[in-house]
């Protein structure tokens, strides 16, 4: 595109649904990696590059007063990513404005050279599948959040396209200047568009802001050569009106003009935006994109009550608008400042307990693999006593069961609220209760609610734990007898991915955690 003289905000604004494709591993919880992988001859890829180019498309749509940014996400990320995996890759996206999601592949049948060319294929045999509709509920919920009212930006900063058009060190100097100015505001927590030479030329100032749909109050502009005479002329008109302009140069010593959405973004780890709705209520998102559990601070509409919104399962609770809040890594959190007529479930003072199952046993399910056909092969196998740590397999993709049984006192049946919860799982698990499904878990936390009623005085816990798909595909021997024209150039990167997660178990502790609320507590 760029080679081309072509240009990315032109093409976006052409579509019905701007959009973006994210594809190998692009957009990955890890430090950015070279990978090696062979095609014709050995090749390089630059992974986790985890840049802020979603904000391409969702700028577009708040400019067009659209509604909808699409991505469509996971086409060559390989056999073995994890339902936690993509929760990082998603939810990067959708902080930066995108709301539509189409996620790749999904094939019409079981022999399609997709099922093999372009990794994952979500397919009914491929381990963990049933935990497909749980993660299809969660974004069911997001992306109608995030698609409500309209995006609370104030901030754009400009593209400085016809520099890199340019090349040679221009472009360079301007493109590391425009990826600098984004860090620099994604840090400080300021929600941002990106904009271009088109908009603004064609944009109406007024009311100190810039454009009909996106009444940008600040444009910020990296080092530039190139930018049209005509530009600059319709910049410095924003600034006689009262807009605001800065330069790379000036951002620390105008950073008091930024709108900051916090002051305690654990370093720029935690990425927020909100959401302004029609009736005067307003959504706020948190995201972590670090690779390790963040802390939140901030405070919303004292004038409003807040409540916290469940994605996992659509559940509304009222909270304190004064939010310390700690996300694991890729974890996103949503809540609402708003005015509710009808009563809802408040915080209140509790009193927790934990008891660690132990004891546990195991056996395998089922195990698939690749022989030109995905196959979901059943195994007939006995419960064994073992530890985790000796559970867990390597190489394999499939199922395992395990099961433990327990005694609860009366104060464990009669607690108030009861979960179990589950240290590390690869990669995801549905719990049984005395043979009642109380849903899967697929990412951090693991943990579920167990529905009162259920837990009795002698129990019986299963948990099935399923791995990625990975090991179907790198330990097929028919897909290593297959020329390179026949398996296709992505086949050789997404093997370096798939060895990424090729166990399959738990580890660490599973514990249930009981609570009781005080009576009279607000």
């Known amino acids: 595109c760029f080679e081309k003289n072509g240009s990315v905000l032109r093409m976006l604004r052409e579509m019905t649904i701007p959009g973006i494709d994210v594809i190998m591993r692009q957009i990955f919880p890890a430090k950015k990696t070279e990978i090696v992988y062979k095609a014709e001859t050995d090749k390089t890829l630059d992974t986790a590059i985890n840049t802020f180019f979603p904000r391409l498309a969702s700028s577009v749509a708040n400019q067009m007063g659209k509604r909808y940014a699409l991505t469509e996400s996971f086409a ?9 995996q993509m929760r990082y890759v998603l939810n990067f996206q959708m902080i930066r404005g995108i709301n539509m999601i ?3 592949t999904l094939s019409y049948g079981k022999k399609a050279k997709m099922l093999t060319g372009m990794r994952p294929t979500f397919s009914s045999d491929i381990p963990g599948n049933d935990c497909l509709k749980y ?8 992306s109608y959040i995030m698609s409500l009212g309209k995006r609370d930006v104030k901030v754009a900063l400009y ?3 016809r520099d890199v058009w340019a090349g040679g060190a221009q ?3 301007s493109a590391e200047s425009y990826e600098n100015i984004g860090k620099f505001l994604e840090y400080n927590a300021v929600d941002f568009d990106i904009c271009d030479d088109d908009f603004i030329l064609d944009s109406v100032i007024e009311n100190k802001t810039m454009g009909e749909f996106s009444k940008y109050e600040i444009i910020c502009v990296g080092k530039t050569k190139y930018m049209k005479k005509e530009t600059a002329e319709k910049l410095e008109k924003f600034k006689e009106i009262g807009g605001i302009v800065i330069y790379e140069d000036e951002l620390e010593r105008k950073k008091n003009l930024l709108p900051q959405l916090t002051e305690d973004n654990a370093n720029g780890q935690i990425i927020m935006c909100r959401r302004n709705l029609a009736d005067g209520n307003v959504l706020n998102f948190m995201f972590n994109e670090g690779l390790s559990a963040n802390t939140v601070k901030c405070s919303f509409e004292k ?28 974890e996103l959190a949503a809540y609402i400042s708003a005015e509710f007529s009808e009563t809802l479930p408040a915080e209140r003072k509790s009193t927790i307990k934990t008891v660690i199952l132990n004891e546990f046993e195991f056996k395998v399910l089922n195990e698939v693999a690749f022989d030109g056909v995905l196959k979901k092969i059943e195994i007939n196998d006995e419960y064994k006593k073992a530890s985790f740590e000796n559970s867990l397999k390597k190489s394999f993709s499939g199922e395992i069961m395990y099961r433990c049984y327990f005694k609860a006192d009366s104060d464990l049946i009669s607690a108030s609220e009861i979960w179990i919860e589950l240290d590390k799982v690869a990669y995801s698990a549905e719990v049984f209760v005395n043979n009642v499904s ?3 878990t697929w990412s951090a936390p693991y943990r579920l609610r167990i529905p009162k009623g259920i837990i009795k005085k002698n129990n019986c816990m299963k948990i099935k734990v399923a791995s990625t798909g990975a090991n179907a595909y790198l330990c097929s021997e028919e897909l290593s007898k297959l020329t390179f024209e026949r398996i296709g150039y992505y086949h050789s990167m997404q093997n370096v991915f798939e060895m990424d997660t090729t166990d399959c178990g738990l580890s660490g502790e599973v514990k249930l955690i009981y609570i009781n609320y005080k009576e009279h507590s607000c």
């Open 159 to 161: 593209y400085p396209q």
């Open 303 to 330: 004038n409003r009550n807040t409540f916290k919104l469940d994605l996992n399962n659509g559940q509304i609770t009222s909270v304190n608008p004064d939010i310390k809040l700690t996300l694991q890594s890729g």
């Open 102 to 104: 189409n996620i790749m």
């Open 438 to 440: 109380i849903g899967w």
């Open 76 to 84: 060559v990320y390989g056999a073995g990513i994890t339902y936690e």
């Open 171 to 173: 472009a360079k100097i």
């Open 135 to 142: 993660f299809n509920k969660y974004y069911a919920r997001l």
